[in-house]
């Protein structure tokens, strides 16, 4: 029997909101270092902005894809053929080119243009969220509430998932990234999220909407097989879902620890654009970029590291990489952070980033000018972080207004 | 005289170059950059060399 650690591997550990000092240690020292994943697996843990940065633009020696006969311990044996079809369509386990011409086929459903016209929508779920929350008055659980809902209920609209089916959605989706959870039964809601996938799919191909697999369908249809569209569409689910939602989480619960930077962002329009990216680079929520794997014998910071040997990159570390920026401890939502690793680098660079920005920009000012009394209805030291995860963020956050 | 050239081959769609530099930078129907000058005003040199910096994909050059 396999004993859950008790902490988390080393770079998905944290104080609130700061990265453990064992990464900074690693980062002002080797700069490289092996350490254990949540698998048990050995990998190479790159702390400093600049590597990570060659790392992540280095596809041809870091690959995403992985060697036959790569497992992972603990994973119960699947059979070939449908780890196969679970491979497809997954940008994130693909290398150039395959990677560009999947890539290629979303591009248009997340340009900066077609963020401006999804803006209108965006405003009504958020409101409709606020709406709901003014309603049922304080106190209330705001990743519940509104951190939660945002997110799912965009993607939703997005993917064309119907109303009646969204919260199984939500739910669903929520749990399939919780490592807290064994990994059997995640493996169990991933199936399950495909055959919903699958279904949405199969409704695509007779009838397309005006939703990302309505477009897929109509402009790329004879080139994608099901399997591939379900990769693509479950992809989306779980990037758009999980991450803007912590965000939305943490980031109100920064602001609330730092309340000038919450009243800028509250009663100045312009403040919100580089409080975002801010925020991005200071929470850096993603703990590590999917992990790649040498395909050649290497040297990262001077430190050999062979072919065959996994590489995570630890997102946090870069962000506060004095090397990258001043006073990188610090909250300042007014520098705006260009050049922050949030979203990753080279050509995984996040596909969603537009729509995460958009998000963001809107409810961060909504969420504060609806309820300008916001405060925490907990103790700060009573707030649920949630460190047993691929993504950081909170479990829930109890305020009141 | 500065000019910037864009690789539209290696564009990946961030979108990081229309943040930096929207009156240099803008992306087509499919997300993939368009360059919008022959020449960088004066006064857009730093935020497209900004851009360059921010491109994941290194998709953009300066040439002077």
Redo the contacts between chains.
């Keep these: 029997m396999t004993q859950a650690p008790e902490l988390p591997p080393l770079h998905m550990r944290r104080d609130a909101f700061n990265p453990t000092p064992e990464l900074r240690k690693i980062r002002e020292t080797d700069g490289v270092r092996t350490v254990t994943n949540a698998f048990g697996m050995k990998v190479f843990l790159v702390t400093r902005h600049e590597d990570i940065k060659d790392v992540l633009s280095d596809h041809q020696r870091f690959s995403n894809t992985r060697p036959p006969g790569f497992v992972v311990p603990g994973a119960p044996n699947v059979p070939e053929e449908e780890q196969t079809s679970a491979r497809a369509g997954n940008l994130l386990g693909l290398d150039p080119p395959e990677h560009q011409r999947l890539r290629r086929m979303l591009t248009a459903e997340f340009t900066i243009r077609r963020m401006k016209r999804l803006e209108p929508r965006i405003v009504e779920i958020v409101e409709a969220q606020l709406d709901a929350m003014e309603k049922a008055g304080p106190p209330a659980d705001l990743v519940a509430s509104f951190a939660l809902p945002i997110p799912s209920l965009v993607i939703c609209e997005l993917l064309g998932v119907p109303y009646d089916d969204r919260d199984d959605f939500q739910r669903r989706s929520a749990r399939q990234l919780d490592l807290s959870i064994p990994m059997a039964e995640r493996l169990k809601l991933v199936r399950r999220g495909r055959e919903y996938m699958g279904s949405l799919v199969e409704r695509a191909r007779q009838q397309p909407g005006e939703d990302i697999l309505g477009m897929l369908v109509r402009e790329h249809g004879t080139e994608l097989t099901d399997d591939e569209l379900i990769g693509v569409a479950g992809l989306l689910l779980l990037a758009g879902h999980e991450t803007t939602s912590n965000m939305l989480g943490l980031g109100t619960l920064a602001l609330l620890r730092h309340p000038d930077q919450l009243a800028a962002v509250r009663d100045d329009p312009g403040a919100i654009g580089p409080a975002v990216e801010e925020m991005l680079r200071w929470l850096s929520i993603v703990h590590s970029a999917i992990p790649r794997i040498t395909t050649t014998d290497v040297e990262v910071a001077g430190v050999p590291i062979p072919a065959g040997q996994l590489v995570f990159v630890s997102l946090p570390s870069g962000n506060r990489d004095p090397d990258f920026i001043d006073s990188p401890e610090v909250l300042d939502i007014r520098r705006g952070a260009p050049g922050h690793l949030a979203f990753g680098h080279g050509v995984h660079h996040c596909l969603g980033a537009p729509l995460a920005r958009m998000e963001m920009r809107i409810a961060f000012p909504a969420l504060l000018r609806r309820f300008p009394t916001l405060e925490l209805a907990e103790d700060f030291e009573d707030v649920a972080f949630r460190s047993f995860h691929f993504i950081y963020g909170l479990r829930s956050l109890e305020v009141t207004w | 005289m500065v000019r910037v050239q864009a690789d539209r081959d290696v564009c990946?769609?961030?979108?990081n170059c229309?943040?930096?530099a929207d009156a240099v930078f803008d992306?087509d129907?499919?997300?993939?950059v368009v360059v919008l000058v022959d020449e960088v005003p004066e006064g857009e040199q730093d935020h497209v060399r900004?851009a360059v910096?921010?491109c994941?994909?290194?998709a953009l050059r300066v040439a002077d």
């Excluded at chain 2, 990946?12 to 979108?15: C, F, K, L, P």
């Excluded at chain 2, 129907?29 to 993939?32: A, E, M, T």
């Design positions: 990946i769609s961030a979108g229309v943040m930096a992306q129907d499919d997300g993939i900004e910096r921010l994941p994909s290194q």
